[in-house]
């Protein structure tokens, strides 16, 4: 436990302190429910990303089995140009939010390729655009989590460790002015006893 001086300022100090902890400390809480709302429904939306790329590419594999073909490439047919994010605020937590993507689609002849080809790149373009939404719903979750484990750190401080001391040193100091208070008080009754008992044996004297 921190040390604190005994004495009225530092009790009016630790006053205005608890004061203001109470008053922050339920705005952390209720920042904290709703980040951890939001990092269920950030969990949520990454695992529904996680189900579409699932299904996508159980459908592709079926519906398009001649990508077993290694006569045939279609390697390098779509790439990712270029990804332009926004940014959201969540309860005070920014989180990055897919804005647009471009693609980069590879000339290929159609004489050259068989006519699945092209049913293949629209299925990539969609398992390409899937990887990148995932990739963004993960750092997302990362971030609002973070987020939570902060303000929850914060919480605790405040709940477990500044309020509580606080209170015991308000409790420490003025238990220590009571104390004061009293010897103050029983000193000046025997000041007074004294001068009195001094001043009646000058009296009894000159009698």
């Known amino acids: 436990m921190s040390q604190v001086a005994l004495n009225k300022s530092a009790l ?3 006053k205005r302190s608890l004061k203001t902890y109470n008053r922050y400390l339920p705005a952390l809480e209720l920042k904290r429910q ?3 709302i939001e990092r269920k429904k950030a969990e949520q939306a990454l695992r529904d990303a996680e189900q579409r790329v699932a299904e996508l590419r159980s459908i592709v594999k079926e519906a398009i089995p ?8 279609v390697n390098n047919l779509i790439k990712v140009h270029n990804v332009t994010l926004d940014t959201q605020n969540i309860v005070g937590c920014k989180v990055p939010v897919i804005k647009d993507i471009d693609f980069e689609l590879t000339p290929y002849s159609y004489l050259a390729r068989p006519h699945w080809v092209d049913s293949v790149v629209r299925q990539l373009k969609e398992m390409v655009r899937l990887r990148v939404e995932l990739s963004v719903f ?3 979750y990362e971030l609002i989590s973070h987020a939570t484990r902060v303000t ?3 919480v605790n401080l405040f709940s477990k460790v ?3 001391q606080t209170k015991e040193n308000i409790r420490r100091i003025g238990i220590y002015l009571s104390d004061q208070d009293r010897a103050a008080v029983m000193n000046a009754k025997l000041s007074k006893q004294k001068v009195l008992a001094q001043q009646a044996k000058q009296q009894g004297g000159q009698a």
């Open 12 to 14: 009016n100090q630790e």
């Open 34 to 36: 709703q980040l951890m």
């Open 66 to 73: 001649m990508l077993a073909c290694k006569e045939i490439s």
């Open 138 to 140: 993960q750092k997302r």
């Open 152 to 154: 929850s750190q914060r």
């Open 162 to 164: 500044l309020i509580p």
